[in-house]
C-alpha cells in the first residue's frame, strides 16, 4: 500500500491533530444488497477484529528506498510511495517548515530507514496501534495537569490534505484517518493520486458514502442528495467557500440551490468530505449535508510534480468516443516556503437518452362501463442528445514566509458547452372515441384500448453555457496560542443560451385511430400503434409554430470572514474559536420569449423536414410504436416568412417570468473544543451557538391586463443555531458519536421570485409560479452513531438520525384564471411539520490476512434506510415529497502489485412524487441499480493505464403512476473509458 499524508502548512483547515478521535415494501433486489451487505459484515475474519499487535511485536521486512536530498515534506511524501508505508503527519505551527532531508539510497528495514530519514531534523515518529506511523516534533517533557496527575491526551488535531500514490488502498486509510480526526461526523473521499479520483464524475464517487444519491441527467451524475435528501439541501464549498450554482436554461424548470457536479474536473480534486453534523463554526443552509471538495495544496505535493492525463470515452448509446485531456503542475521554492500549483483539463462528451414521458393514466368514463374507469391516455417517446465540452483552470499559490504566517490564493474557471437536441412526438387519446371491444384490463384498470387521437411533434435545438469563476485569498497569523485568519472569496455561476433555444412544432389534431397496450411495471414500453397514419408522411401533420427563447441567469456569492481561535486550558475546555461572516448571494435572471405562428395549420412538402438522426430508438425493447418521424426544420420554416425574432425590447410576459433574488447573510458563532481522559476512552467534541440575519429582497414583475407593473418583496429573519458534537473513543478502535444541532435550509431562489410562467400546449394550459413569502425549512436534526476500526484501513460504521422540520416547502397545484383561461397553476407553499428519520450502515475492510494474492481483496458497503412522514394541511399527512426510501453501494475491491480492480454495485429505492396534495397519479421515480467497473495497470513507476466502465449491464430507469402502473422510461447506456496517465516528481524513484 502507497501512503503518505503531508503537513498542512497553512490554509483554514491549519490545527491539531488527534490520533483517536406511507411506505412500500423493500423490493428484491434491496433485499439482496441488504442482505449481502449484513453477511459481510458476519463474515469479516477473526483475524482481521483483533486488536493489531503491537509495534514492538511485529517483524519487518527489508524496503528498499532511493530519495534524494530534498524539503523534508517532499521526502517523506516518497518514502511513503517507496515503502507502502501509511504516514499520518501531525500539523504543530511550522513543525516541518524549513526541514531538510539528507539523500537516503539504502535497503534495510523500514523503521530503520525512517529514523536515518528524520535524524537531527527535530522530528520523531511512532508506531500507533493500528501500525500507522505518526510522525511528529520529538517529545518534550509532559506538563502537570491541575490536578497535579498526568494528562496525557491531545487537544483534536485537524489532519493535514492527503498525498497518496496510485493506492485505493491507501485513499481508503486516509478517509478513515480524515472521518476519526473531525470535529463531528463526517464522510470522506480522497484521490488515489494527485490527479486521479476515484471515479471521472466527482457526484458518481460520493455513492461510496452512506446515505448519498445522485440525480442523473442523460447518464452523467448532475445533483448530489444526502439521507434521502433532495440536492436543494446540501451546501457545497470548495475549500470551505461556498460555490455559486449553476441555473438550468434548458427550459422553465429551475434548480433553485442545487449545485452541479458535472461542472467540477476530478482532476483537481483531492478529496471531498461529506459533513452530515455540523458543528457552530460552519455555514449554516445545509439540512441534509455539508459538502466540502478539497483541491491540491502546492506545499502539501512533492517538488516539481508533473501529472499527464488522457482519456478516450465512448458512450455506447450515441455511439460516438471523445477525449479528456488533463494536466497539473506544481512547483516549490527551495526553502519549502512557497509554491504554485496549476492545472488544466479538457473534455468532451455525447450523451444520449431514449425516454417516453408524461404517461398520463385518467379516470374516464367508457362505452359500456358503469362510472370512471382508470386508463392511460396519452404517452410521448422522446430521443434526447447533447454534446457536452469542458474546459477547466486551477490555480493555488501558497506563501509561508516565517513559521506561524501563511498566505494562500485560488483562482478556478470552468466553462461547460452543451449543445442540445430533443425529438419527440405525443399520442393523446380521445376518451370519448374508445372503441369498446377494444378494452383490455388488469387488475380493474384498463391497459389497452383504442380510439382516434391528436398528436404533436417537436423538434428542440439549444447551445447552452455554464460558466465558473471561483476567486478566494486567505491570510493566517499564528502567536503563541492565538490564531487569527481572515479570507475573502468571490464567486459566480453564469448560465446562458448562446443561440435561442428553438421548439418547432407540427401538430394534427386527429391522426386517426391509435391505440395502447400498457405492460406491467418495469416488463419493458408501451405499444402505441397508428392504425391510420405514418408519422413520417409529410399530409399527415400541419405546422404549428416555433418558439424561440433567450434565457440568462447569473449567481454570484461573494463572502469575507475572520475567525479567532485560542488554546485555552481551562479544565476540559482545550480550544475557544470564535468568528464573523457576511456573505451576499444574489440572482439575476432574464428570460425572453417569441413566438412565430405564420403559417400555422398549413402542409408543408418533405424539404422543410431534416433526415432523422438515429436508427436504433429505443433499441432493445420489444415495444410496438414509431421509431422514427418527421423530425421539422425550423430554418425552412422562418425563411418561408422571412422572420427573424426580436428580443432587445422585453414583453410583459418576459417581464413577468424574470426575476432578481438578493440574500445579505452576517452570522457570529462561538464554539468551545473540549476534551478528557477519564482513564476507560478519550473523550471529545465541541459545543457551541451560531447566529445569522438574513436579509431577502425579491424582485420582479406583475402584469395589471397588459401593463408590466415592477413588484418587490422583503423579508428579515434571524436565527439562532446551537450544535453539539460529542466523541468517545476507546483504546480498542471503537468511537461512540452523539451530535444534536439546529439546522435551516433557505428556500430554492426560484421559489421566492415573484414570477409567473405560463405554458400552454393549446389543449392543455398550466402555469408556474413563485412565493417571495416562503419560510425558510428549520428543524432540529440529531445523530448517534457507532463506528469500529479494527484496522488502519477497516471499518464497520451504524448509526440512527433524525429531522424533525418545524415548517417545510411542498408545490401546490390550483386553478386559476389568467386572460379569461383557466390554468393549472403549481407554485411552491409553506407546509405544517415533518419528521425524517433512519438508520446506516457501512463496511470497509481490506482481507489482508489471507494469504497471496487473496490478501489483496477488499470490500466496501453502505446500506441507508430513511422514512418520513409530513402535515401538507391540517387532517392531510403523508410521505415528504422527493425523500429517497433506500440507497445501496456495494464494491469489490482487488489491490496488488501493479493490478488494481474495482466492482460497484449502487442502487437507489423509490423517490415518490405524488404525496401531500399533489395528483395522486402523478410520476413517481423508482428504484434505480448500476453496476460500475474499473481495471488499473501500473505500468511502470510513473506510467498507468485504466479501463474503466459505466452501467455495465446496460439498466433503463422507470417512473410509475398509483406506485404499479408504467408512466415514463429512460435509458441512456453505456459509457466506456480508456485512460493513460503519467506523473512524475523530484521526489518520486525512478525506479
Not at 93 to 117: E, I, N, Q
Not at 515 to 538: K, N
Request: proline letters at 6%.
Amino acid at each position: 500500500m502507497w501512503k503518505a499524508l503531508e503537513p498542512l502548512l497553512s490554509g483554514p483547515e491549519r490545527g491539531r491533530f488527534c490520533s483517536r478521535q406511507a411506505e412500500r415494501p423493500v423490493d428484491d433486489g434491496m433485499r439482496y444488497v441488504s442482505s449481502l451487505l449484513l453477511g459481510a459484515a458476519a463474515l469479516w475474519t477473526p483475524a482481521a477484529m483483533a486488536e493489531p499487535p503491537a509495534a514492538g511485536h511485529q517483524r519487518q521486512a527489508l524496503a528498499t528506498v532511493d530519495i534524494p536530498q530534498q524539503p523534508l515534506s517532499s521526502a517523506l511524501s516518497a518514502f511513503g510511495a517507496q515503502t507502502g508505508e501509511v504516514l499520518v503527519i501531525l500539523t504543530p505551527p511550522g513543525m516541518l517548515a524549513g526541514k531538510r532531508a539528507p539523500a537516503l539510497s539504502a535497503t534495510a528495514p523500514v523503521d530503520d530507514l525512517l529514523r536515518a530519514l528524520l535524524l537531527d531534523t527535530g522530528v520523531h515518529f511512532e508506531r500507533d496501534p493500528a501500525n500507522a506511523i505518526v510522525i511528529s516534533e520529538a517529545p518534550a517533557a509532559p506538563a502537570p495537569a491541575p490536578n497535579g496527575e498526568p494528562f496525557g491526551f491531545e487537544a483534536p488535531r485537524y489532519l493535514a490534505p492527503v498525498v497518496v500514490s496510485g493506492s485505493y488502498f491507501a485513499s481508503l486509510t486516509s478517509a478513515i484517518l480524515r472521518e476519526r480526526a473531525a470535529g463531528s461526523l463526517m464522510e470522506a473521499i480522497d484521490a488515489t493520486d494527485i490527479g486521479s479520483f476515484p471515479a471521472q464524475n466527482a457526484a458518481e464517487a460520493l455513492l461510496r458514502v452512506p446515505g448519498v444519491s445522485v440525480s442523473r441527467d442523460r447518464g452523467e451524475a448532475l445533483f448530489v442528495g444526502v439521507r434521502g435528501l433532495p440536492a436543494s439541501f446540501q451546501s457545497v464549498a470548495l475549500n470551505g467557500v461556498p460555490l455559486a450554482v449553476n441555473e438550468n436554461v434548458r427550459d422553465s424548470n429551475q434548480d433553485g440551490r442545487q449545485f452541479r457536479f458535472d461542472i467540477l474536473p476530478t482532476e483537481i480534486i483531492a478529496g471531498i468530505d461529506v459533513i452530515k453534523a455540523p458543528t457552530a463554526a460552519m455555514d449554516e443552509g445545509a439540512i441534509g449535508a455539508a459538502i466540502n471538495v478539497r483541491t491540491f495544496r502546492p506545499l502539501d505535493l512533492p517538488e516539481a510534480t508533473r501529472v499527464f492525463t488522457a482519456s478516450a470515452s465512448h458512450t455506447d448509446l450515441p455511439g460516438s468516443t471523445e477525449p479528456r485531456l488533463s494536466g497539473i503542475g506544481s512547483w516549490q521554492h527551495a526553502s519549502g516556503k512557497a509554491g504554485l500549483i496549476g492545472a488544466l483539463t479538457y473534455s468532451e462528451r455525447s450523451v444520449r437518452q431514449d425516454r417516453i414521458t408524461f404517461g398520463t393514466w385518467e379516470e374516464i368514463d367508457l362505452p359500456g362501463e358503469t362510472g370512471k374507469v382508470l386508463a392511460p391516455t396519452s404517452f410521448r417517446p422522446t430521443l434526447e442528445r447533447e454534446d457536452r465540452e469542458r474546459l477547466g483552470l486551477n490555480t493555488v499559490v501558497q506563501i509561508e514566509p516565517r513559521a506561524g504566517l501563511s498566505f494562500d490564493a485560488e483562482a478556478f474557471y470552468v466553462r461547460l458547452d452543451g449543445r442540445y437536441r430533443e425529438l419527440t412526438y405525443s399520442a393523446d387519446l380521445d376518451p370519448a372515441t374508445v372503441e369498446p371491444d377494444s378494452l383490455l384490463f388488469r387488475s380493474g384498470v384498463v391497459v389497452g384500448l383504442t380510439g382516434r387521437a391528436a398528436s404533436q411533434i417537436g423538434y428542440e435545438e439549444s447551445w447552452l453555457t455554464h460558466d465558473n469563476l471561483f476567486l478566494t485569498s486567505g491570510v493566517r497569523v499564528e502567536n503563541g496560542n492565538q490564531e487569527i485568519s481572515a479570507r475573502i472569496a468571490y464567486a459566480e455561476a453564469g448560465s446562458q443560451t448562446r443561440a435561442p433555444i428553438t421548439r418547432t412544432r407540427i401538430n394534427s389534431p386527429d391522426v386517426g385511430r391509435v391505440s395502447f397496450e400498457v405492460p406491467a411495471l418495469f416488463e419493458g414500453v408501451p405499444d402505441i400503434r397508428f392504425l391510420d397514419g405514418d408519422l413520417e408522411d409529410p399530409g399527415l401533420l400541419a405546422f404549428r409554430r416555433i418558439e424561440y427563447r433567450n434565457q440568462e441567469s447569473l449567481d454570484t456569492d461573494q463572502s469575507a470572514q475572520i475567525d479567532l481561535h485560542s488554546t485555552v486550558d481551562r479544565g476540559v475546555w482545550s480550544d475557544l474559536r470564535a468568528g464573523l461572516k457576511y456573505r451576499l448571494r444574489e440572482r439575476d435572471y432574464r428570460r425572453r420569449d417569441r413566438l412565430f405562428t405564420q403559417n400555422s395549420g398549413s402542409f408543408f412538402p418533405a424539404s422543410f423536414y431534416l433526415p432523422f438522426p438515429a436508427g436504433n430508438f429505443l433499441g432493445g425493447e420489444a415495444g410496438e410504436l414509431p421509431r422514427r418521424w418527421l423530425l421539422p426544420d425550423a430554418s425552412a420554416f422562418a425563411d418561408a416568412a422571412n422572420f427573424i425574432p426580436n428580443f432587445e425590447a422585453p414583453s410583459g410576459a418576459d417581464l413577468r417570468n424574470s426575476y432578481s433574488i438578493s440574500e445579505q447573510i452576517w452570522a457570529a458563532y462561538l464554539m468551545g473544543e473540549f476534551s478528557a481522559d477519564p482513564g476507560f476512552a478519550r473523550i471529545s467534541g465541541n459545543a457551541g451557538i451560531r447566529f445569522s440575519h438574513t436579509h431577502q429582497v425579491s424582485e420582479g414583475h406583475a402584469l395589471s391586463g397588459q401593463t408590466p407593473i415592477a413588484v418587490s418583496a422583503e423579508a428579515d429573519y434571524s436565527d439562532v443555531l446551537p450544535a453539539a458534537n460529542l466523541l468517545v473513543s476507546f483504546d480498542r478502535g471503537l468511537d461512540l458519536r452523539a451530535s444534536a444541532a439546529r439546522v435551516i435550509t433557505r428556500p430554492s431562489l426560484a421559489d421566492l421570485a415573484p414570477r409567473l410562467t405560463l405554458n400552454s400546449s393549446g389543449q392543455i394550459f398550466e402555469a408556474v409560479g413563485g412565493n417571495p413569502a416562503l419560510k425558510r425549512y428549520e428543524a432540529w436534526q440529531g445523530d448517534l452513531t457507532a463506528t469500529y476500526f479494527p484496522s488502519e484501513n477497516s471499518r464497520l460504521h451504524a448509526g440512527v438520525f433524525f429531522k424533525k422540520f418545524d415548517t417545510f416547502v411542498f408545490n401546490q397545484t390550483t386553478d386559476i384564471e389568467i386572460d379569461g383561461r383557466i390554468y393549472a397553476l403549481t407554485a411552491p407553499a409553506n407546509g405544517g411539520d415533518a419528521l425524517i428519520y433512519g438508520t446506516e450502515l457501512a463496511l470497509s475492510h481490506r482481507f489482508a490476512d489471507l494469504p497471496a494474492p487473496w490478501n489483496g481483496l477488499g470490500l466496501e458497503a453502505n446500506y441507508t434506510r430513511a422514512r418520513s412522514k409530513a402535515t401538507y394541511a391540517p387532517g392531510l399527512s403523508d410521505s415528504l415529497e422527493n425523500v429517497a426510501g433506500e440507497s445501496f453501494s456495494i464494491s469489490g475491491i482487488y489491490e496488488q502489485g501493479p493490478l488494481q480492480a474495482r466492482l460497484v454495485f449502487n442502487a437507489l429505492g423509490e423517490i415518490p412524487q405524488a404525496v401531500g396534495t399533489n395528483d395522486p397519479l402523478a410520476a413517481n421515480t423508482e428504484g434505480f441499480r448500476t453496476l460500475d467497473g474499473i481495471l488499473g495497470w501500473r505500468v511502470t513507476g510513473k506510467v498507468e493505464v485504466s479501463l474503466e466502465a459505466q452501467n455495465l449491464t446496460d439498466e433503463a430507469q422507470y417512473f410509475s403512476s398509483r406506485g404499479d402502473l408504467f408512466s415514463g422510461y429512460t435509458r441512456y447506456g453505456r459509457t466506456f473509458a480508456l485512460t493513460v496517465r503519467y506523473r512524475t516528481d523530484a521526489g518520486q524513484s525512478p525506479h
